[in-house]
């Protein structure tokens, strides 16, 4: 079974600053994507950038990109230009891309941004 | 653009009270997911419709159900509400045809059982 981890409760960043968000993943399959959402306390869920498993080429939506790192399984998000905006929950998610799948989303526990003024 | 819509946004039942709550999919996303989420906790799989059709169940509990209708809304029906079971409940949508069968969640029905 897969699972994700992601081993920082709570991160702090003061604005304008660049913060990086951990997240370790364990599979088997060698196809897959890797999603990082933003909780913020609305807990509205939003999807903030998502990485397909088989490109090497980092994804990146403005001022997110992750760092993907595929044989050490890990995706971490970068967040550059922190503002007071992106405090939030942030939880990196897995889903198989397998046929065969149920395609739910696998999730980390998540990682609390402070953004400090 | 178009998102997912949940209804309603906040319910509040008693003990062993029946509660039903709504979803309703982004305009040609074929798939619809339903996921519970406890305060300080990551969302937990309930259960999964992929064209009408039940396409996975995760930590469902028996008194609930769920379905989906020929419209792609679904619903979810809690019934013997117990005290744990105050939660945001989410509605995700995506479309298996799609390249990277993304996610969108709703705003979430806040659900507290007193």
């Known amino acids: 079974a897969q699972t994700v981890t992601q081993s920082q409760p709570e991160m702090s960043v003061q604005e304008a600053e660049t913060v990086t968000l951990s997240c370790t993943y364990d599979t088997s399959e060698s196809d897959y994507y890797l999603f990082w959402y933003k909780q913020p306390p609305s807990r509205q869920m939003i999807l903030v950038i998502r990485?397909?498993?088989?490109k090497q080429q980092n994804a990146t939506e403005n001022r997110f990109s992750v760092n993907f790192q595929k044989a050490a399984k890990s995706f971490s998000l970068k967040i550059s230009d922190s503002q007071l905006g992106d405090a939030a929950m942030y939880f990196c998610a897995y889903r198989s891309a397998s046929m065969d799948s149920n395609y739910q989303l696998i999730w980390g526990a998540g990682t609390k941004l402070i953004i400090k003024p | 653009a178009a998102g997912v819509i949940q209804s309603p946004r906040h319910l509040i039942k008693e003990k062993r009270e029946t509660a039903t709550l709504k979803c309703y999919p982004i305009p040609r996303h074929d798939t619809v997911y339903w996921y519970q989420q406890g305060p300080g906790q990551d969302p937990q799989f309930l259960i999964s419709f992929y064209e009408k059709m039940q396409s996975d169940k995760g930590s469902i509990p028996d008194r609930f159900s769920a379905q989906q209708f020929s419209d792609y809304h679904s619903e979810l029906n809690m019934s013997s509400l117990e005290l744990g079971d105050s939660a945001l409940y989410f509605c995700?949508?995506?479309?298996?045809?799609?390249?990277?069968?993304?996610?969108?969640f709703g705003p979430g029905t806040r659900l507290t059982v007193t």
């Open positions: 995700a949508s995506s479309q298996r045809q799609g390249i990277t069968y993304e996610q969108y």
């Open positions: 990485q397909e498993a088989y």
